[in-house]
């Protein structure tokens, strides 16, 4: 391991990090919260930590092998969350322990929206700043933003970008790396402006407006208030949010191709996006007419809040404007199971991603052809394409882990005393990043009640979600280690 290299380009993240605290410490500033203090200080702490491990550290070419970006992205996340708990746990507005502020700064670096946080209401500006902006930082990635502003990277920037981003990917927008991450970030800033905008438009006021436009771009879930969504009862607020949480759950590649471009074309003709829409249509009309069949009601406010909520759901954001888990059993599975669906590929949603479930369904169809003709041949293709077999059997392997991954976390969970209902339901909101669960941590009930060790196993269901299972798993495997 190139341990120098390593704490040289940590330094620099953590620089980066300490500058985005400079926002919630104006925030506090202008609506004379007590935190803005505490945001400065910590800044320049973080600004002067960063700068004596780049002087410590500095060497003259950085190069990283694929290990080597596997594990400095690890422990950057972990790090980031432990720098980012730290405002949360000092704040004077409110008194958490260690363990609630490190899962809060997990929650919003993986953008799950988990929340142990209650009064939300009333909560300073400068911490809900805070707890947006992680967020919109762990949509893009903090390895993509090193990657756009640090081209000394050179090619151990690929490193950072495959180990964060691994599995099914679509072909490089542009031939130089840093190029392509500094075009993204510049759709996602762009994306957020104009998110930010419309819901000014929409009725709410600058500051909800452009905290909700960090988490919303990101489908990351966090609010300003308790009841989440619920709280601001606007049709047009909650339009705008349903059309940004799509933009965030699809491929941001498509985006990029929008403004390069200036065609929707790449849309319309997208597989991956035509599948995920069908998706979502189907499942709203399922949810409709699951609750106007089984509940008392009119089907068009049925529809409405069930539109809202599988939105949120599939794209993994976690907005909230129906307590969901008081709706019908059958309701309640078809978005546990669009949990683990999530957003296209190349998106800010987690989940397995919608590219991964039509691959596995594929394979299937061609294994059962195989029993049918023996002989004959046949393809996996996608967009006209043949995936490669090795393709395939990434995906396969992907998906027997997180379902072992889910199956583990739902036991430790289930072990720390909570009913299977809270314990399936919070394993699987954590691991696909959604957020929100069903049963005692439903969506306006919170993680706060949770036992420190159940929230510390979610922390790192979070973490493997985000990253994608093998980024991490592959740390506890011997031959990581050796020469």
Known sequence: MRWRSLLFIMGWLMMAFAAFLALPALSSWVYGDQDAGMFAFLAWIYMFSGVILILMNRSQKIHLTHRDGILITVLTWVLLSVLGAVPLYFSTNMSISLVDAFFESVSGMTTTGATVLTGLDHMSHGILLWRALLQWIGGMGIIVLAVAVLPFLGVGGLQLYRSEMPGVTKDKLQPRLHETARLLWFVYVALTACCAFCYWLAGMVPFDAITHSFTTLATGGFSNYDASFAAFQSSRIEMVSIIF???????????????????????????????????????????????????????????????????????????????????????????????????????????????????????????????????????????????????????????????????????????????????????????????????????????GHLPAVAKLILCFAMLLGRLELFTILILFAPAFWKK
Request: net charge neutral; charged share 10%; proline share 3%.
């Open 245 to 447: 949480m799509l933009v965030g759950a699809i491929n941001f590649g498509l985006h990029f191709n929008l403004l390069r471009d200036g065609g929707m074309r790449g849309y319309f003709t997208n597989f991956e996006l035509r599948i995920f829409l069908l998706i979502l249509l189907c499942s709203i009309l399922l949810v409709t007419t699951i609750r106007a069949y089984l509940e008392e009601g009119q089907w068009l406010s049925f529809l409405q809040t069930s539109g809202y909520n599988v939105v949120a759901i599939l794209s993994n954001t976690g907005y909230s404007t129906d307590d969901f888990s008081m709706w019908p059993p059958a309701a309640m599975l078809v978005l546990m199971l669009l949990m683990f669906v999530g957003g296209c590929s190349g998106s800010t949603s987690g989940g397995m991603k919608v590219m991964r479930i039509v691959l596995i369904i594929k394979q299937g169809m061609r294994e059962m052809q195989r029993l049918i003709h023996p002989n004959g041949i046949s393809h996996v293709k996608m967009d006209g394409q043949i995936v490669p077999d090795k393709v395939i059997q990434s995906v396969w392997a992907f998906a027997g882990l997180y379902i072992t991954s889910f199956a583990f976390v739902s036991l430790a969970m289930a072990a720390c005393g909570l009913d299977l209902v809270t314990a399936f339901s919070a394993a699987a909101a954590s691991l696909t990043n959604v957020g929100p669960a069903l049963g005692s941590v439903g969506p306006f009930e919170g993680y």
